[in-house]
């Protein structure tokens, strides 16, 4: 029989959310409401639902009976979810009419970080899914990499490795997502130097069966040979974004993943300067927290 842990915040949440550490705190208002009023919730990182699971999960309700209530909050004449999608969905397929809901009122940041730390404690998110559920804490919330972190119980260094495999091409995300391709393996792809490298790389690593550790052990060749020699060049005339598609697209990633504006210039072979724009202190905290990690010290 599935059961259904209790929640065990991430040790940041209750500074996120103002105070309101759990769903399920006194204040909580504690009734019946009708199933077919109850809507998705908008900030879901979960795409899948294990059907095996969902109908372990129909058994328990069944002999049981819903022993967590499920936790909303209003919108209009109906109820949003914040926490038990599989619950609700298990009782609909059941055919209960009504389902008991814990009602609380909450903004859209805390409905994201409550529907991440409610699914990362109960059934795990697949890698992409997770990674896609911190950039939006990142992106649409303006949360530090640290406050994810605190937020979901996670080490800062675990979080940052995460969001890195958003950056391999979409499909290769895909395969990690339908578990044709495992996380270790999508990490040793980080080390190519192109889409199209690690595009390559991959399939070759699929149609040769190849282990994590083979297939680091390949993209350090591959990284090897395409590094330049040591040859004296003769000097070359500058390069910016404007004139070079390299340059342009290291640009582009560190945009991507710095989320502000960058500058790059390349003189020469190897010679060049990197412009990053901040756009006030806690923009440039944000900055030195993706750029210095674990090396940072207090300025």
């Not at 009602?103 to 109960?122: G, H, K, P, Y």
């Not at 040979?225 to 390069?239: G, L």
Request: proline fraction near 5%; charge should be neutral; hydrophobic fraction near 40%.
């Amino acid at each position: 029989m599935t059961a259904e842990r209790p929640k065990r915040l991430g040790r940041g949440l209750e500074a996120l959310i103002g105070g309101a550490a759990t769903a399920a705190s006194p204040a909580s208002d504690l009734q019946r409401i009708p199933i077919e009023r109850v809507r998705p919730n908008p900030f879901q990182p979960r795409r899948e639902f294990n059907a095996d699971e969902l109908a372990e999960l129909e058994a328990s309700l069944k002999s049981s009976g819903l022993l967590q209530p499920i936790t909303v909050r209003r919108r209009g004449d109906a109820f949003e979810l914040i926490a038990g999608e599989r619950r609700t969905r298990a009782a609909t397929n059941l055919g209960w009419r009504e389902i008991t809901a814990i009602v609380r009122d909450f903004d859209d940041r805390t409905m994201l970080v409550l529907a991440l730390v409610e699914n990362l404690q109960r059934t795990n998110l697949n890698p992409i899914e997770e990674a896609r559920g911190y950039r939006r804490l990142l992106d649409e919330f303006q949360l530090t990499q640290q406050q994810v972190a605190d937020a979901v119980g996670k080490d800062r260094t675990t979080i940052t490795n995460l969001l890195r495999v958003l950056t391999l091409p979409d499909h290769i995300q895909q395969l990690v997502e339908n578990g044709s391709f495992s996380l270790g393996h999508a990490r040793a792809l980080l080390a190519t130097e192109t889409h199209e490298a690690a595009s390559r790389l991959a399939a070759e690593a699929i149609a040769a069966g190849m282990s994590v550790r083979e297939l680091e052990q390949r993209a350090r060749e591959l990284s090897n040979k395409s590094r330049p020699s040591d040859r004296r060049q003769p000097p070359q005339p500058q390069a910016d974004e404007s004139t070079d598609p390299a340059v342009k697209r290291i640009a582009d990633d560190l945009r991507r993943y710095l989320q502000t504006d960058v500058r790059v210039q390349v003189s020469g072979e190897s010679k060049g300067k990197i412009e990053i724009v901040f756009y006030s202190a806690d923009d440039l905290d944000r900055v030195l927290e993706l750029i210095l990690r674990d090396a940072r010290r207090d300025f």
